[in-house]
């Protein structure tokens, strides 16, 4: 798909947003990154954190810190989504720019949960899915266990057709990257993208 950035509506508490964490920004974001177990929304995480200074809010870390033991049911990972949006709500309230990591957003709904804690804040809200085959999806998994690189450990090939079977489109304005490009490459597309919608000058982004 086009990784032409797709204008989003304009939020009418922009003009009360807070401080940017970004020295160059011109407006604050919020980042959520939408797709399949191994899709790498990690991976661009870390992109969007280390080039344009956004905070990462990660659930599955969250998850891990408040369930030691997790059985990852139902009721753990809804716990740990409430603490996600709290730690997104403080990060508004301190101007900080974030982008959302170890959720896949197949849920309209939760895109939506996010976006009314992003707005009230004047803050814009970015959905970027990474639209991902899930036989490529299913592979880089197998690779990420045989070298035990992630976090959560309910992660295995076997999820992808189990989120992928509730997958719901992508919101009207969300942008879309072809995700079984390489890494790099995903992540530029992403990067520039992000850092055009936020006013970052894109010299001012590769520096970062």
Known sequence: MS???TPLPKSALAATAPPLSHPHAARPVVVA???LPGAGKSTV???LVEQLGLRCVDRDLIRGALFPRCRYSFMEKRAAFRALLLALEINCVLGESTVIDGCTFSRRQDLLRVDHVVRKHGFLPVAV???CPADVARKRIERDLANAR???RDR???LVAEVLARFEPPPPGALSIDASQAAAEVC???VRSVATLAGIPLDSA???
């Open 3 to 5: 990784p032409v950035p």
């Open 45 to 47: 995480a870390r992109a």
């Open 156 to 158: 295995s090939p076997d």
């Open 150 to 152: 992630h976090p959560a």
């Open 129 to 131: 899915h990474l639209d």
């Open 188 to 190: 530029r597309i992403a």
């Open 206 to 208: 590769d520096a970062s």
């Open 33 to 35: 990154l939408m797709g």
